[in-house]
């Protein structure tokens, strides 16, 4: 089964940890734009985390009928 969501997903969180590196790199670990990244990276991971969740017990649910 194809999850666009979690391709776009995958996508974004990528690319917010390129920006996260390069801005700690360019300035520092405790500047204001890092933490920023920092925070947003973790609330699209937490998202992201709970997609695969809800994914994973559909398939359980699913195999589950199909065994009876």
Known sequence: MVYPEKDKLE???K????EMIQ??????FKSHRTI???QKLDKLI??????NYKKDTRE??????EIV
């Open 36 to 38: 920023y990244y920092s």
């Open 23 to 28: 801005s700690a790199a360019a300035t520092s």
């Open 60 to 65: 359980i649910v699913f195999n589950r009928n």
């Open 46 to 51: 937490m998202i992201y985390q709970k997609l």
């Open 11 to 13: 996508y974004r969180i």
């Open 15 to 18: 690319k917010l940890r390129n």
